[in-house]
């Protein structure tokens, strides 16, 4: 396999191409299909093993397949996740995927400058902070950290399984959403997140940041979620 050159573009890396042609095999293929080896790759497209090596690298950082033992398979589809103000429970069901959630902190803590924003608390006032990792079908998918204001929500650590929906919780409780605003970005995992998601450092994580209020106004919650970017996607529906 040669490199070729593309107008605007200059010469294509061997890599590309063998990733190229390796999206028309796995479009061929189902999930859990074992991927061809690197040998046989290498030979097949008459490369390195290290310029295929690396094209599976890509495809397994964008989530197309996953490694099963010594070997590699094609992955499931990702779990698409719809831009709206809702729980991740109803989000998965949608999707058709069982959720379920880890607990990993749940303490108080003193709000810094921008969670005291959010809330509308004085800095360095305690606040509480539920911290989970979320699962799709048994998956660790993403990890989400939540605070909320003690005078308001305090009377979950009563009643609240924090395995379960905290929106559900929330509404129980007399909560009416209103709105919400997020804002979406890519980071690469800590070393603790990478632990916690089952992950590289090296994996791209998708961070968002949502602060939702109700109907009158209030703050209801800051939350900060990474989720993993080979196991999961966004969309919104927009309209003019």
């Known amino acids: 396999m040669e ?3 593309v107008a605007g573009v200059g010469r294509l890396p061997k890599s590309y191409l063998v990733r190229t042609e390796l999206e028309r095999i796995l479009d061929q293929l189902t999930e859990g299909d074992p991927v061809p080896s690197e040998r046989d790759l290498a030979v097949r497209f008459e490369v390195a093993r290290e310029t295929v090596r690396q094209a599976l690298r890509d495809l397994l950082v964008e989530g197309r397949i996953r490694r099963q033992g010594r070997g590699t ?11 709206q103000l809702r729980s991740y429970t109803e989000g998965a ?3 058709g995927r ?5 607990l990993v902190n749940w303490e108080d803590v003193p709000a810094d400058a921008d969670t005291a924003r959010d809330l509308e608390v004085p800095v360095g006032v305690s606040v509480m902070h539920l911290e989970r990792v979320l699962l799709a079908d048994g998956e660790r998918i993403g990890l989400e950290s939540t605070f909320m204001r003690l005078d308001r929500f305090g009377a979950l ?3 609240y399984d924090p395995t379960t929906s905290l929106y559900r919780a929330m509404r129980e409780l007399g909560v009416v959403f209103d709105h919400a605003i997020e804002r979406i970005e890519t980071v690469l995992a800590s070393p603790r997140e990478a632990g916690l998601l089952e992950c590289s450092t090296a994996l791209p994580l998708l961070l968002l940041h949502r602060r939702s209020v109700d109907t009158e106004g209030r703050p ?3 939350v900060r979620s990474l989720y993993r970017g080979d196991r999961i996607a966004f969309e919104a529906r927009l309209v003019e």
């Open 3 to 5: 490199a070729t050159d």
């Open 73 to 83: 398979v094609v992955s499931r589809p990702k779990m698409v996740q719809p831009m």
């Open 93 to 95: 069901l949608a999707y």
């Open 98 to 102: 069982v959720p379920g959630r880890i």
């Open 157 to 159: 650590r009563e009643t």
């Open 220 to 222: 209801i919650e800051r």
